[in-house]
T-cell receptor, first 113, second 110 residues
Framework: KAGVTQTPRYLIKTRGQQVTLSCSPI?????VSWYQQTPGQGLQFLFE???????NKGNFPGRFSGRQFSNSRSEMNVSTLELGDSALYLCASSLARPEAEQFFGPGTRLTVL | GQQVMQIPQYQHVQEGEDFTTYCNSSTTLSNIQWYKQRPGGHPVFLIQ?????EVKKQKRLTFQFGEAKKNSSLHITATQTTDVGTYFC??????????FGGGTRLMVKP
């Protein structure tokens, strides 16, 4: 069974731009969560989607948004990028309940210049 | 909001020594999960604990969930160089959000 895939793997943007990251969960997994990982703040929960609906949201500004498609694939968007948005963005999928085991993708390394 | 603290932040051990990382939550957890992230990699699920006082073992790894369901620990017996990485605990609470601890980075000297 293929794992969670994320594209692109690396991205360089400048301040003020926007970015869209993509995540394909493991086949059959309907819950997709997004996390931001930085050396200073660690792993922080962004949001979780299930059946195309945002079910939970972390404490991030409205510049961070996401969506999920009918095939469970998910995208997250960050608008008006700031230097502090440089991070590893990780997507994780689970079968149905978000409190179940999370399968993480390799992440997208975003650098904002 | 829920906070999950993990100590120590770093641990250097000689190969063969034991290692323990501790996790404490500000709120009662419905369950706690442990993940390992190798350098340059992504978190990989190790185990989930659900019951108060639960103890689970995976070969040289022993996981415990506290009686009050607010703390947990991971103990590795006789570390090996393959154990190198950062170990994270992550707790679920009634807020339906998985909160990760800051992680403990384990370095093993051969």
């Amino acid at each position: 069974k293929a794992g969670v895939t994320q594209t692109p793997r690396y991205l360089i943007k400048t301040r003020g731009q926007q970015v869209t990251l993509s995540c394909s969960p493991i086949s059959g997994h309907r819950s997709v969560s997004w996390y931001q990982q930085t050396p200073g703040q660690g792993l922080q929960f962004l949001f979780e989607y299930f059946s195309e609906t945002q079910r939970n949201k972390g404490n991030f500004p409205g510049r961070f948004s996401g969506r999920q498609f009918s095939n469970s694939r998910s995208e997250m968007n960050v608008s008006t990028l700031e230097l502090g948005d440089s991070a590893l963005y990780l997507c994780a999928s689970s079968l149905a309940r978000p409190e179940a085991e999370q399968f993480f993708g390799p992440g997208t390394r975003l650098t904002v210049l | 909001g829920q906070q999950v603290m993990q100590i120590p932040q770093y641990q250097h051990v000689q190969e063969g020594e034991d290692f323990t990382t501790y996790c404490n939550s500000s709120t009662t957890l419905s369950n706690i999960q442990w993940y390992k992230q190798r350098p340059g990699g992504h978190p990989v699920f190790l185990i989930q604990l659900v019951k108060s006082g639960e103890v689970k073992k995976q070969k040289r790894l022993t996981f415990q969930f506290g009686e009050a369901k607010k703390n947990s620990s991971l103990h590795i017996t006789a570390t090996q160089t393959t154990d190198v990485g950062t170990y994270f605990c992550a707790g679920w609470d009634a807020g339906n959000m998985l909160t990760f601890g800051g992680g403990t980075r384990l370095m093993v000297k051969p």
